[in-house]
Structure formats: C-alpha cells, structure tokens
C-alpha cells in the first residue's frame, strides 16, 4: 500500500481552503487517492537504444469540486 499524499489549497484571497484530513501535522489538508504522472523515454525503433533524454508530462488538468 503507497503512502497518500497531501495538497493544501488556497482561494483567489490566499486564504487556506480547509480539506477534511484528519491526520495529525496534516490537518486541513485533501488527501490525494490518485495521481498519475508519466515518464517516457524515446527509443529506437530498430535498435532499441536511447535515443533522447527521458520526457516527463505534466499531470492531467483534472478539476474537482470540494463539498462541504
């Protein structure tokens, strides 16, 4: 089992939004369920060598409504 992560957020005024966390030093945090990330590293197709550095891609632009 992975360890969850944690995301703080704050509103347009910079002030903290409040998640429902519970966990101790990480109070009023979101706990993060999933997350995906990808790494692709280019290859030759004939010869399978590397043929570029490693491309990393942003994470999905995914929005969420938080309800109370």
């Known amino acids: 089992m992975s360890n969850p992560a944690y995301l703080w957020l704050t509103d347009e005024n910079g002030s903290p939004m409040a998640g ?3 966990v101790s030093g990480r ?4 706990e993060l ?3 995906t ?9 004939n010869t399978g060598r590397l043929t570029d550095a490693q491309e990393k891609a942003a994470p999905q632009d ?3 409504i938080l309800a109370d």
């Open 62 to 64: 995914r929005r969420f």
């Open 33 to 35: 369920k999933s997350l």
């Open 20 to 22: 429902p966390s519970l």
């Open 27 to 30: 109070k009023g945090a979101i």
């Open 37 to 45: 990330h990808n790494v692709n590293i280019p290859v030759d197709g």
